[in-house]
């Protein structure tokens, strides 16, 4: 039965402890939220900010220095907030958002796929960027802006400095020694043609997709842009298997969803099931792309809820945007790969 579900879920013990930690964190930001803040709509920040920033340092934890993640985990945290609450102030134009993605996007398609700390590091960046425009269809004060800023960067960070306690505890108490060094000496972008091409073909979808997440009447028609951005890998078939394990996770995740709604009622059932969901999302994510899309589709659903009706309405939006995003990254991957754009190395 273990080996069955190690294709799914990493075993790995420090894994397991990051996604302890981002539950615990989440489940107390959630309880505070719910019996004695109901109304602070900054409080989904700070949960968000736990989320990504875990998802980040569970990806890159094999193979890298634990100090070395959890400061590039720090950073990302931080330039995150900033980066979320940046989305949040420009989420009502579609003529900003274009100049940000136009602009800052293509960076990560240029990425050296060997600085995989950088890699996620900018990466978590850039989508934390497309979230903050579900913050509003409207122009919103500047005062609201630093607010999500600093409830976002103070989740991340809290999270953050939980690792680094970890980190020392584990050295302290178990004698732990690292045996992973730093990195060194690794190009931080790659400037092949095949790159080159990659990223504006990669920045031209999502430009698409956040034409028509504007469209929408919805303010969580950024999950069409953020689908479409994450499904791009420089390898057409790993984007094309990550597009087929994202329709599969996503629907599966949907009908949980429905289950948890039908007979579920209300925030409070947040309590039961949203420590168990983001602990599963965390260590599926470095294992198996549809399990992780499984289990982040109902926590993201769920964390969503924080401030919103529960309504059945979420999951047909999630499902829907899932495909559409899955169709315009395989067309425009086929089209380059008729262009026999293909990478020579990874």
């Given at each position: 039965m273990k080996n069955y579900f190690s294709k799914y879920i990493d075993y790995n013990i420090q894994v397991n402890l990051i996604g302890l930690q981002t539950g615990l964190l989440a489940l107390c930001f959630i309880l505070y939220h719910l019996f004695f803040s109901a109304k602070n709509i900054y409080l989904n920040s700070s949960v968000l900010g736990i989320l990504l920033t875990s998802i980040m340092m569970s990806a890159t934890y094999h193979g890298h220095h634990s100090i070395e993640r959890n400061i590039y985990g720090l950073f990302t945290a931080l330039f995150s907030g900033l980066s979320y609450a940046f989305g949040a102030y420009t989420g009502f134009s579609l003529f900003q958002t274009s100049l940000v993605i136009f602009f800052f996007f293509p960076w990560v398609g240029l990425i050296d796929t060997r600085n995989t700390l950088f890699f996620w590091m900018l990466f978590y960046?850039?989508?934390?960027?497309?979230?903050?425009?579900?913050v509003s269809h409207e122009h919103i004060a500047l005062h609201a802006v630093i607010s999500y800023a600093l409830y976002y960067m103070w989740g991340g960070s809290l999270f953050i400095l939980s690792g680094f306690i970890r980190i020392y505890f584990l050295k302290l108490v178990f004698k732990l020694r690292e045996t992973q060094p730093y990195t060194q000496n690794i190009p931080l972008f790659c400037w092949e043609n095949y790159r080159v091409i990659f990223a504006l073909g990669m920045t031209t979808s999502v430009l698409f997709a956040n034409y028509l997440s504007h469209l929408s009447t919805s303010r969580l028609g950024f999950?069409?842009?953020?689908?479409?951005?994450?499904?791009?890998?420089?390898d057409h078939s790993v984007s094309l298997l990550r597009s087929w394990n994202r329709i599969i996770g996503t629907f599966l995740g949907c009908i949980l969803t429905f289950i948890i709604f039908y007979f579920f009622g209300g925030k409070l059932f947040l309590i039961f099931f949203i420590f168990p969901f983001l602990y599963l999302t965390v260590i599926a994510n470095s294992k198996h792309y549809a399990s992780y899309t499984f289990f982040l589709t109902v926590t993201v659903i769920l964390v969503t809820g924080m401030n919103d009706q529960y309504e059945l309405n979420l999951i047909s939006i999630r499902l829907l945007d899932t495909l559409i995003a899955v169709f315009s990254v395989s067309f425009v991957l086929l089209i380059l790969k008729k262009l026999s754009i293909q990478p020579k190395h990874f």
């Amino acid at each position: 039965m273990k080996n069955y579900f190690s294709k799914y879920i990493d075993y790995n013990i420090q894994v397991n402890l990051i996604g302890l930690q981002t539950g615990l964190l989440a489940l107390c930001f959630i309880l505070y939220h719910l019996f004695f803040s109901a109304k602070n709509i900054y409080l989904n920040s700070s949960v968000l900010g736990i989320l990504l920033t875990s998802i980040m340092m569970s990806a890159t934890y094999h193979g890298h220095h634990s100090i070395e993640r959890n400061i590039y985990g720090l950073f990302t945290a931080l330039f995150s907030g900033l980066s979320y609450a940046f989305g949040a102030y420009t989420g009502f134009s579609l003529f900003q958002t274009s100049l940000v993605i136009f602009f800052f996007f293509p960076w990560v398609g240029l990425i050296d796929t060997r600085n995989t700390l950088f890699f996620w590091m900018l990466f978590y960046i850039c989508d934390a960027y497309i979230i903050g425009f579900g913050v509003s269809h409207e122009h919103i004060a500047l005062h609201a802006v630093i607010s999500y800023a600093l409830y976002y960067m103070w989740g991340g960070s809290l999270f953050i400095l939980s690792g680094f306690i970890r980190i020392y505890f584990l050295k302290l108490v178990f004698k732990l020694r690292e045996t992973q060094p730093y990195t060194q000496n690794i190009p931080l972008f790659c400037w092949e043609n095949y790159r080159v091409i990659f990223a504006l073909g990669m920045t031209t979808s999502v430009l698409f997709a956040n034409y028509l997440s504007h469209l929408s009447t919805s303010r969580l028609g950024f999950w069409l842009t953020m689908s479409t951005f994450i499904l791009f890998k420089y390898d057409h078939s790993v984007s094309l298997l990550r597009s087929w394990n994202r329709i599969i996770g996503t629907f599966l995740g949907c009908i949980l969803t429905f289950i948890i709604f039908y007979f579920f009622g209300g925030k409070l059932f947040l309590i039961f099931f949203i420590f168990p969901f983001l602990y599963l999302t965390v260590i599926a994510n470095s294992k198996h792309y549809a399990s992780y899309t499984f289990f982040l589709t109902v926590t993201v659903i769920l964390v969503t809820g924080m401030n919103d009706q529960y309504e059945l309405n979420l999951i047909s939006i999630r499902l829907l945007d899932t495909l559409i995003a899955v169709f315009s990254v395989s067309f425009v991957l086929l089209i380059l790969k008729k262009l026999s754009i293909q990478p020579k190395h990874f």
